[in-house]
């Protein structure tokens, strides 16, 4: 490895402390053949941009994580209020009437949580549902 004298960029720093160790300074310098303050500038604004790209990628993870997690606890949520709905289409009459009565609140979140679950859903899986 060919060290380049670093004295030109390293001076050019008031508070050396910001440098870090000087011989993985001296080792970017080398690696990325900087000759001028100006190279260093345009890896700044490449590394800048990667930076901003990665922050936006993390971003759009982060609401997908987001999105993902909430499906999971509705999901949830359609598979205890699931029993309540089947028991019911299993009745008839007045029978269904009564219990429909009974379990009004129960009933309205299946749909509520049902219709969550399916606009998650890819839509070949939602004619499972």
Request: neutral net charge.
């Amino acid at each position: 490895m060919v060290v380049r004298p670093i004295f030109p960029y390293v001076q050019i720093f008031k508070d050396k402390r910001l440098l870090g160790n000087v011989e993985q300074l001296a080792k970017l310098i080398d690696t990325n053949h900087f000759e001028t303050w100006e190279d260093v500038r345009a890896f700044e604004e490449k590394q800048t941009e990667v930076l901003e790209n990665c922050r936006a990628e993390l971003s759009e993870l982060s609401v997908r994580y987001e999105k993902w997690t909430q499906a999971v606890s509705d999901y949830d949520d359609y598979k205890k209020y699931q029993p309540v709905m089947k028991e019911y289409q299993a009745l008839s009459g007045l029978r269904k009437n009564s219990f429909k009565k009974k379990h009004e609140t129960e009933l309205e979140n299946y749909a509520i949580y049902r219709d969550k679950v399916k606009a998650v859903m890819p839509e070949n899986i939602k004619a499972i549902y």
